[in-house]
């Protein structure tokens, strides 16, 4: 599994998933979230409100991911997960891992090959965006071999981007590619 790093803003991503930094509602929010939905379309709220009426009656817990239409994305899923909002003395970093295995184990059951992460839990969660980085990378280290080929993490702004860089610094294998 390669790990790359692309500046720019998800919902251009031409990968099989793209990941949505949700709340727990499931129902739409701001940041990312919003920009999925406003680009996708009907369809992912609606598949959102027909998971709130099956297996997902409270919502999706934090640190979960669960697979809706892509709707008119580029991309055909979108996966929704959960990020812990900030909160110390908490200590909710294993959340946050727990995002990105979570949404890699459920993007390795649809046969995903490429899939797009937004830095969850760094915006309205209040996340500090070196640590952020650094969850996220131990996060997609932490998950099974599968199918996935590519996770790209998109960042919407310099300084996230340069955080993700540094938290990738002693890894092998890295792939930066230019601003998208
Ligand atoms: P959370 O509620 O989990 O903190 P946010 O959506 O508020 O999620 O922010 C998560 C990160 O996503 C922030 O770094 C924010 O700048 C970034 N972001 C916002 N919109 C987009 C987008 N369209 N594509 C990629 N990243 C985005």
């Known amino acids: 599994m390669r790990i790359t790093l692309v500046r720019g803003d998800i919902t251009d991503q031409e990968v099989d998933a ?9 129902l739409g929010g701001g940041g990312v979230d919003g920009a999925i939905h406003d680009r996708g379309g009907p369809a992912i ?8 009426r099956t297996g ?6 934090t640190g979960q991911a669960v697979a809706t239409t892509g709707g008119d994305l580029p991309a055909k899923w979108v996966i929704h997960t959960v990020g812990p909002v900030y909160s110390p003395p908490l200590d909710r970093t294993d959340f946050l891992r727990s995002c990105y295995r979570e ?15 937004p830095a969850v839990s760094a915006g309205v969660y209040g996340w500090p965006v070196a640590d952020a980085a650094r969850q996220a990378v131990l996060g997609i280290r932490q998950a099974a071999p599968s199918s996935v080929e590519e996770v ?7 300084e996230v981007f340069d955080a993700f860089r540094k938290a990738l610094d002693d890894g092998g294998g890295v792939r930066v590619s230019p601003d998208a």
């Open 18 to 26: 793209v990941v949505n930094a949700a709340n727990s509602s499931l």
């Open 152 to 158: 790209r993490f998109v960042l919407f702004n310099e």
């Open 56 to 61: 997902y009656v409270d919502g999706l817990p």
């Open 45 to 52: 709220l609606a598949a959102c409100k027909a998971l709130r």
């Open 103 to 117: 949404t890699l184990r459920v993007a390795a059951d649809l046969g995903v090959r490429t899939i797009a992460f």
